[in-house]
Structures are given as C-alpha cells and as structure tokens.
C-alpha cells in the first residue's frame, strides 16, 4: 500500500451509504473464538487466546478488504493476520483503535513493521495514528460496511467507539468506554463524560446494536452490578456467565440498557443503593463502589 492509498482511504471516509455486509470476526489478543454477523464467516483457524482483552477483524464480504480493532498483541495476532492475508481471505486496510492505552494501540508499531503504510485510523494519542476521525464521522470499509465514530472521551480523553452499519445488523466497537455491564474507569476524565458517552452517546444507538467491548469482564462486572441492582435481567447475565467463558457480541445496547448499572442511574433501586440521586452523582458513587469492590 501505496501512502497515496493511505490518502485514499481516509479521504474516502464520508461516503454514500448502499448494501452493507460487514464480517466481523473476533481476533481476542490472540484471535480466539471466532464470532460474525448472522451468516457469515466463522474462519475454523480462530482460536481462543492468553489475555482477556480483545482485537476483532471486520472483512467486507464482496470486497475481502479488512481493518482490525485494537490489535494490540503482535506475537499473537500477526500470525493469524498473516494467514488470513497470504491466503487471499482479505485485504488488510488498516488499524481501528479505541484509544491509546497500550493494551489497545500497544501492536501498532509491530504491525507496521510487518505492513508498513497501514493506515491507523484512532484517537489522537494512539501510537502512530495517522486519522483521527471527528465525532460522527463517517468511513467505509471495502464497498459494504459504513463506520461511524462516536467520541466518547473519559477512559480517556481520545476514547472513540466505532458504530457500524450492515443494513438491519449493528454492531459496535466499545474498547475500555462501555464493557457488557459495565464501564472504563475514569482515568482521564469525569463521571458527566462518562454519563454523556454512555447515557446520551451509546446509549442512544440503536438497541439492536451488538457490543463488542475491549475486554472480557462481564463476570466481575455483573456480580458488582448484582449488589446494587437485583432484577430478573441482571440474574439472566449472572447466570449466562455462569455458563459462557466469552460475552462479546452476545449483548445489544437494548440488554446494557437493562442489565448495565452504570446506564441505570435513574433507577430508583441503584439511586437507594449509592445514597445519591443525582445523575452524576449515583455515576461517580456507581464508579467508587466498583473501584472498591470485592466481591
Ligand atoms: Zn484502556
């Protein structure tokens, strides 16, 4: 790739919309398990890896061009990418992070050893990004699969998620901002950015819009939520992590809105259990709690 086609790409980002077929697959720090849209490809050489956190690949179908998400261990992602390359599966295109965090933007120079040029589409802070999309702006991956960031700075300040859109399928790419029940710690920001990211931003989508989050924390997280908020949505989680080692994709924002504490804070329940009632008040409370708690 040429950096006149590195140009390409990023002046191609807002673009008309038509037929999208985005395939999604997880790359978990290690490409694990793989998941897709309904339908689509689930590449039988995915394998579960070493670390809880997540990188995913995202192919159009009709074009084989691929971006991957938060590819942030080389030793085990490279290899996968470069057989999934070397054998014609996709057309690799670039990087989407979240944020800088290294656990997340940590492989990009790595990569960029193996495919240097690759675009690295992220917030500011990212290693070596070479875009960073505004909020609401839109790119495509391939003919099929429109993309639009979603700015939601807290975790940190150039925190992005990454909306994406195949005709009736959602999904979205939340890093360390929402987990399924849960939420990123506040290292670079406030309870209010954290409550306008996930109350008035993600929360917002569309609730049949699956979440794919950085990290695997659902357990942790639904055992905290259960000491606050003891409802038959939040048993079901408890339960179906009881019985699943891997929650991602499994979720939509329809769920989070009712199992997720962090997008409760109006509810009645978790306002008694934090003491306070207002919004961001029972937010940072929510947070504080988590931060301290042992379950
Ligand atoms: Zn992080």
Known sequence: MTSADRDDLVQALPSKRSNYKPTI?????????????PGRCVPP????????????????????????????NPPEVLPVLKELIDSGKINFKGIINTHHH??????????????PHTPIIGGKDCDQVTTTPKHNETFKIGEGINVRAIHTPCHTQDSICYFLE??????VFTGDTLFIAGCGRFFEG??????????????????????YPGHEYTKSNIKFGKSVLDTPAVRDL???CEE????QGKFTIGDELKHNVFMRIE?????????????????????????????
């Open 25 to 37: 697959c997880k790359l978990p720090q290690l490409f694990g398990a793989a998941v897709s849209l």
């Open 45 to 72: 050489e995915a394998r579960t890896g070493s670390h809880d956190n997540y990188a995913y690949v995202v192919i159009d179908d009709k074009t084989k061009d691929a971006m991957i998400v938060d590819p942030a």
């Open 102 to 115: 290294r656990d997340h933007a940590g492989g990009n120079a790595e990569t960029l050893k193996q495919y």
């Open 166 to 171: 195949d005709g009736e399928e959602k999904v």
């Open 190 to 211: 406030t309870a209010e950015e954290m409550h306008e990211a996930l109350n008035n931003r993600l929360g917002k989508l569309p609730e049949d819009t699956r979440v």
């Open 238 to 240: 408890v339960q179906f």
């Open 244 to 247: 699943n080692e891997e929650t």
């Open 267 to 295: 509810d009645p329940e978790i306002q008694k259990a934090t003491g306070e009632t207002d919004p961001l008040k029972v937010m940072q409370k929510l947070r504080d709690m988590k931060n301290n708690f042992r379950g």
